[in-house]
Protein backbone atom coordinates (compact mmCIF):
# COMPACT_ATOMS: atom_id res chain seq x y z
CA UNK A 1 0.00 0.00 0.00
CA UNK A 2 3.14 2.13 0.54
CA UNK A 3 4.44 1.77 -2.15
CA UNK A 4 1.18 2.06 -4.47
CA UNK A 5 -0.05 5.50 -3.14
CA UNK A 6 3.54 6.86 -4.59
CA UNK A 7 2.50 6.14 -8.05
CA UNK A 8 0.32 8.21 -10.22
CA UNK A 9 -1.82 7.00 -13.60
CA UNK A 10 1.18 8.84 -15.69
CA UNK A 11 3.27 5.77 -15.14
CA UNK A 12 1.07 3.65 -17.43
CA UNK A 13 2.96 4.73 -20.33
CA UNK A 14 5.76 2.05 -20.69
CA UNK A 15 9.29 2.64 -22.28
CA UNK A 16 9.74 0.11 -25.15
CA UNK A 17 11.71 2.41 -27.35
CA UNK A 18 15.01 -0.63 -27.04
CA UNK A 19 16.12 -1.42 -31.18
CA UNK A 20 19.30 -2.77 -32.46
CA UNK A 21 21.18 -1.20 -35.32
CA UNK A 22 21.05 -3.18 -38.57
CA UNK A 23 23.98 -1.39 -39.38
CA UNK A 24 27.28 -3.26 -38.93
CA UNK A 25 29.71 -3.18 -36.06
CA UNK A 26 32.92 -0.78 -36.49
CA UNK A 27 34.50 -3.20 -34.21
CA UNK A 28 36.10 -6.45 -35.65
CA UNK A 29 34.87 -8.84 -33.16
CA UNK A 30 36.64 -12.17 -33.09
CA UNK A 31 37.51 -14.85 -29.88
CA UNK A 32 36.59 -13.05 -26.54
CA UNK A 33 34.77 -9.94 -28.17
CA UNK A 34 32.62 -11.89 -30.39
CA UNK A 35 31.34 -13.52 -27.83
CA UNK A 36 30.83 -10.58 -25.62
CA UNK A 37 29.01 -8.96 -28.52
CA UNK A 38 26.65 -12.06 -28.69
CA UNK A 39 25.83 -12.09 -24.54
CA UNK A 40 24.80 -8.27 -24.95
CA UNK A 41 22.85 -9.06 -27.74
CA UNK A 42 20.83 -12.39 -25.68
CA UNK A 43 20.76 -9.49 -22.90
CA UNK A 44 18.90 -7.08 -25.13
CA UNK A 45 16.39 -10.13 -26.08
CA UNK A 46 15.99 -11.02 -22.08
CA UNK A 47 14.97 -7.04 -21.76
CA UNK A 48 12.19 -6.93 -24.34
CA UNK A 49 10.73 -9.86 -23.07
CA UNK A 50 10.48 -8.57 -20.08
CA UNK A 51 8.32 -5.40 -21.34
CA UNK A 52 6.61 -7.79 -23.05
CA UNK A 53 5.52 -9.52 -20.08
CA UNK A 54 4.45 -6.78 -18.28
CA UNK A 55 2.32 -5.54 -21.02
CA UNK A 56 0.68 -9.21 -21.21
CA UNK A 57 0.55 -8.87 -16.95
CA UNK A 58 -1.57 -5.23 -17.39
CA UNK A 59 -4.01 -6.81 -20.14
CA UNK A 60 -4.56 -10.03 -17.50
CA UNK A 61 -5.05 -6.93 -14.21
CA UNK A 62 -7.79 -5.20 -16.36
CA UNK A 63 -9.84 -8.47 -17.24
CA UNK A 64 -9.29 -9.54 -13.63
CA UNK A 65 -10.52 -5.71 -12.22
CA UNK A 66 -13.41 -5.69 -14.92
CA UNK A 67 -14.34 -9.70 -13.56
CA UNK A 68 -14.47 -8.34 -10.24
CA UNK A 69 -16.26 -5.61 -10.55
CA UNK A 70 -18.78 -7.44 -12.09
CA UNK A 71 -18.93 -10.52 -9.33
CA UNK A 72 -19.11 -7.77 -6.96
CA UNK A 73 -22.43 -6.33 -8.67
CA UNK A 74 -23.81 -10.05 -9.04
CA UNK A 75 -22.59 -12.31 -6.77
CA UNK A 76 -22.00 -16.11 -7.94
CA UNK A 77 -22.26 -15.64 -11.59
CA UNK A 78 -20.45 -18.86 -11.95
CA UNK A 79 -19.30 -18.08 -15.69
CA UNK A 80 -17.42 -15.29 -14.39
CA UNK A 81 -15.92 -16.83 -11.65
CA UNK A 82 -14.72 -19.35 -13.53
CA UNK A 83 -13.25 -16.94 -16.12
CA UNK A 84 -11.88 -15.03 -13.17
CA UNK A 85 -9.88 -18.17 -11.93
CA UNK A 86 -8.41 -18.91 -15.47
CA UNK A 87 -7.46 -15.17 -15.68
CA UNK A 88 -5.34 -15.19 -12.30
CA UNK A 89 -4.04 -18.64 -13.37
CA UNK A 90 -3.25 -16.60 -16.43
CA UNK A 91 -1.14 -13.86 -14.08
CA UNK A 92 0.46 -16.72 -12.30
CA UNK A 93 2.23 -17.74 -15.34
CA UNK A 94 3.14 -14.38 -16.68
CA UNK A 95 5.17 -14.13 -13.43
CA UNK A 96 6.85 -17.36 -13.86
CA UNK A 97 7.72 -16.33 -17.29
CA UNK A 98 9.27 -13.14 -15.43
CA UNK A 99 11.23 -15.49 -12.97
CA UNK A 100 13.20 -17.25 -15.78
CA UNK A 101 14.55 -13.92 -16.91
CA UNK A 102 16.77 -12.56 -14.42
CA UNK A 103 17.80 -16.11 -13.89
CA UNK A 104 18.91 -16.28 -17.38
CA UNK A 105 20.19 -12.81 -17.11
CA UNK A 106 22.43 -14.12 -14.15
CA UNK A 107 23.95 -16.72 -16.26
CA UNK A 108 24.97 -13.89 -19.15
CA UNK A 109 26.75 -11.84 -16.42
CA UNK A 110 28.53 -15.52 -15.33
CA UNK A 111 29.85 -15.64 -18.89
CA UNK A 112 31.14 -11.80 -18.70
CA UNK A 113 32.79 -13.14 -15.46
CA UNK A 114 34.32 -16.19 -17.39
CA UNK A 115 35.42 -13.57 -20.28
CA UNK A 116 37.38 -11.32 -17.37
CA UNK A 117 39.26 -13.95 -16.17
CA UNK A 118 40.35 -15.24 -19.65
CA UNK A 119 41.67 -12.03 -20.58
CA UNK A 120 43.30 -11.80 -17.30
CA UNK A 121 44.88 -15.17 -18.11
CA UNK A 122 45.72 -14.14 -21.86
CA UNK A 123 47.32 -11.24 -20.20
CA UNK A 124 49.68 -12.98 -17.74
CA UNK A 125 50.84 -15.43 -21.17
CA UNK A 126 50.99 -12.73 -23.53
CA UNK A 127 54.82 -11.65 -24.05
CA UNK A 128 53.80 -9.58 -25.96
CA UNK A 129 50.71 -7.50 -23.33
CA UNK A 130 52.51 -4.62 -22.01
CA UNK A 131 48.91 -2.40 -21.36
CA UNK A 132 45.88 -2.92 -19.99
CA UNK A 133 44.70 -0.88 -23.15
CA UNK A 134 45.37 -3.83 -25.29
CA UNK A 135 42.77 -6.13 -23.10
CA UNK A 136 39.66 -3.71 -24.80
CA UNK A 137 37.28 -6.50 -26.74
CA UNK A 138 36.27 -3.08 -28.08
CA UNK A 139 36.41 0.95 -27.98
CA UNK A 140 36.93 1.76 -24.34
CA UNK A 141 35.49 -0.47 -21.28
CA UNK A 142 38.08 -3.09 -19.85
CA UNK A 143 36.48 -7.07 -19.33
CA UNK A 144 35.39 -5.59 -15.69
CA UNK A 145 32.67 -2.96 -16.71
CA UNK A 146 31.25 -5.45 -18.23
CA UNK A 147 30.61 -7.69 -15.44
CA UNK A 148 29.40 -4.69 -13.24
CA UNK A 149 27.56 -3.38 -15.63
CA UNK A 150 25.58 -6.59 -16.27
CA UNK A 151 25.80 -7.64 -12.83
CA UNK A 152 23.64 -4.19 -12.06
CA UNK A 153 21.22 -5.14 -14.98
CA UNK A 154 20.32 -7.88 -13.73
CA UNK A 155 20.21 -7.07 -9.82
CA UNK A 156 17.80 -4.33 -10.83
CA UNK A 157 15.20 -6.73 -12.86
CA UNK A 158 15.85 -9.50 -9.62
CA UNK A 159 14.47 -6.51 -7.36
CA UNK A 160 11.84 -5.54 -10.26
CA UNK A 161 10.47 -9.27 -10.56
CA UNK A 162 9.94 -9.91 -6.55
CA UNK A 163 8.04 -6.59 -6.36
CA UNK A 164 6.11 -8.04 -9.26
CA UNK A 165 5.71 -11.58 -7.60
CA UNK A 166 3.84 -9.45 -4.45
CA UNK A 167 1.97 -7.37 -6.75
CA UNK A 168 -0.33 -10.60 -8.71
CA UNK A 169 -0.57 -12.26 -4.90
CA UNK A 170 -2.30 -8.89 -4.09
CA UNK A 171 -4.59 -8.79 -7.25
CA UNK A 172 -5.80 -12.36 -7.02
CA UNK A 173 -6.82 -11.46 -3.20
CA UNK A 174 -8.14 -8.08 -3.56
CA UNK A 175 -11.35 -7.07 -2.92
CA UNK A 176 -11.41 -3.25 -3.75
CA UNK A 177 -11.47 -1.29 -7.01
CA UNK A 178 -9.62 1.34 -5.79
CA UNK A 179 -6.71 -0.81 -4.44
CA UNK A 180 -7.08 -2.99 -8.03
CA UNK A 181 -6.49 0.20 -9.94
CA UNK A 182 -3.29 1.28 -7.52
CA UNK A 183 -2.45 -2.29 -8.21
CA UNK A 184 -2.47 -2.21 -12.27
CA UNK A 185 -0.50 1.22 -12.01
CA UNK A 186 2.17 -0.72 -9.37
CA UNK A 187 2.33 -3.69 -11.96
CA UNK A 188 3.27 -1.24 -14.68
CA UNK A 189 5.41 1.39 -13.20
CA UNK A 190 9.10 0.01 -12.89
CA UNK A 191 10.49 1.19 -9.61
CA UNK A 192 13.92 -0.73 -9.81
CA UNK A 193 14.39 -1.04 -13.80
CA UNK A 194 15.07 3.16 -13.73
CA UNK A 195 16.39 5.38 -16.22
CA UNK A 196 19.86 4.48 -14.95
CA UNK A 197 19.53 0.91 -16.04
CA UNK A 198 18.14 0.83 -19.13
CA UNK A 199 21.25 3.63 -19.98
CA UNK A 200 23.40 1.10 -18.24
CA UNK A 201 22.02 -1.44 -21.40
CA UNK A 202 22.07 1.51 -24.21
CA UNK A 203 25.77 1.77 -23.35
CA UNK A 204 26.76 -1.77 -23.45
CA UNK A 205 24.94 -1.84 -27.04
CA UNK A 206 26.76 1.44 -27.87
CA UNK A 207 30.19 -0.01 -26.52
CA UNK A 208 29.93 -3.48 -28.57
CA UNK A 209 28.93 -1.41 -31.91
CA UNK A 210 24.86 -3.18 -31.86
CA UNK A 211 23.88 1.03 -31.71
Known amino acids: MLLCTTLNCNTLEMDTSFTLSNSPSPVKKSGNS ?6 AGELYSLVQQWFLLITTGRNIINNILQLKTKLWENPGNAADLSELQFQCDQLGSAVSELEV ?9 DQYKALEKLGELQKKIGSNITSD ?4 MFLTWPNSKFVLVVTAIKDAFNEELQL ?17 DLHKIAWVHQVYVTSATKLQLESLLVETGQR
Open 164 to 180: KKCIAENVAHCQQKQML
Open 34 to 39: QRAFEL
Open 101 to 109: LPKLMEKIQ
Open 133 to 136: STLL
